[in-house]
């Protein structure tokens, strides 16, 4: 059954709470590359909002984040910087490995923590962080934006008007023909806990998930294989060059999820597919009707006659910024106004299992429970 309570709730942007009324809401970042800009730009348009410091290991980053956004209040230490600074936010914008330990060192120190796809290495690490909150009475958000995309809130109008009935299957697609990032550490296994599944089928796993109304995981069956990732290659590609010497990621990652309901939800996640172009996205099929994400459609019964169903018009809001906007925004109306959290950590907590289910079966090599 869909849950309504899970990412359909009214965006509209308000301003802040009595308790922040004429104060403006302080965040830091802790992690300042490539998706901490992004996060920078949607907050440079809140006029609630002010960023306050940057925390990064690399000096150059930390030059970079304060020549471009004014901020010289810049740390190579997040706990001194939670010390000195005490913000009323936190943005953890670190590679994977690095999200747990600042979420819940920003949550004791009495901040609100959005804290970037996947939350954690492992559901261990969720736990921890979604404990710090409850303890801290602090709102924890997980940086999932596609469902709040325009394609995402379609289906999800139609799931709440009965469009679909029970939603027995979905398929999950996260494919890159050529996509290998050729920065920071997606590579390395341990300081990002996977490759592409963990990465990019991370993003699907969630708004399909948020799609079927968010049911319980009980078990996971999944396999991964490294084929192209960890030799050099001359292939001309869009992201050349990425470091195949440390790379102990998977290329190809495939898994199926089976949860409380009986409904099942398969995902194929890669960097490097061997496909005719690139898939984003979901696909399902319900009792009463079935559906796609891209391009969005509905294919269902109408007046005794099988009908496909193309939407006129879903809004402007599908680009990258746009959603970030979006996801930040919801964020700091939860801190400030009390407003429903869309993605909090129990939502990242389920998806975190389901992406470890698939790890665990591939080490395995049979079925694990997921609990
Ligand atoms: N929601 C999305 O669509 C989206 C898109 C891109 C990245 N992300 C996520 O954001 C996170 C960062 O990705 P990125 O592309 O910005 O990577 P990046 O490598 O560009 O940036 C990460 C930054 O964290 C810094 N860092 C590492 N260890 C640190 C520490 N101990 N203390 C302080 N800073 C530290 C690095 O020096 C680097 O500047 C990842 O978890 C990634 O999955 C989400």
């Not at 609630?48 to 410091?53: G, I, K, Q, R």
């Not at 954690?120 to 997980?142: D, G, R, S, T, Y």
């Not at 050099?232 to 440390?246: D, I």
Request: contains cysteine; aromatic residues 10%; hydrophobic residues 40%.
């Amino acid at each position: 059954m869909a849950d309504k309570s899970v990412g359909t709730q009214s965006l509209a942007i308000a301003g802040p709470e009595k308790k922040h009324e004429g104060k403006k809401f302080r965040i830091a970042f802790i992690g300042c590359g490539g998706i901490c800009q992004t996060h920078m730009a949607a907050f440079r348009k809140m006029s609630d909002v002010e960023v306050v410091a940057g925390v990064d290991i690399v000096p150059d980053r930390l030059k970079h984040f304060e020549k471009a956004w004014g901020i010289s209040a810049v740390y190579k230490d997040w706990k001194k910087m939670l010390k000195e600074i005490k913000p009323d936010g936190v943005s953890v914008c670190t590679p994977n490995g690095v999200h747990c330990d600042p979420t819940v060192d920003a949550l004791n120190s009495g901040a609100h923590v959005i804290c970037e796809k996947p939350m954690a290495m492992n559901p261990a690490q969720c736990e921890k962080m979604i404990a710090a909150a409850k303890k801290n009475k602090k709102k924890l958000a997980v940086g999932f934006q596609y469902r709040y995309h325009p394609n995402s809130m379609y289906l999800k109008r139609a799931r709440d008007n009965g469009a679909f009935g029970d939603i027995m299957f979905v398929k999950c697609l996260a494919l890159r023909r050529r996509g290998i990032p050729n920065w920071g550490v997606f590579g390395e296994k341990d300081k990002q806990g996977g490759g592409p599944m963990i990465d990019i089928g991370v993003h699907c796993i969630e708004m399909a998930h948020d799609f079927m109304g968010a049911p319980k995981p009980v078990a996971a069956s999944g396999n991964i294989w490294t084929y192209m990732g960890n030799k050099p290659s001359k292939v001309v590609s869009p992201w050349p060059g990425w470091n195949y010497k440390t790379y102990t990621v998977e290329d190809l990652a495939i898994g199926q999820i089976r949860f409380d309901n009986g409904a099942i939800l398969q995902i194929e996640a890669s960097f490097v597919a061997h496909i005719d172009h690139d898939y984003w996205g979901f696909s399902f099929m319900g009792a009463k009707g079935g559906g796609q994400w891209d391009p969005p459609g509905i294919f269902t019964d109408q007046n005794d006659t099988m009908v496909n169903i193309t939407p006129t018009y879903l809004g402007s809001s599908a680009d990258f910024d746009s959603l970030f906007n979006i996801k930040l925004r919801n964020w700091v109306d939860a801190c400030t106004k009390g407003t429903p959290l869309c993605a909090p950590g129990e939502a990242g907590l389920n998806v975190q299992k389901m992406l470890d289910g698939v790890y665990r079966s591939a080490d395995a090599g049979k079925e694990v429970v997921i609990k």
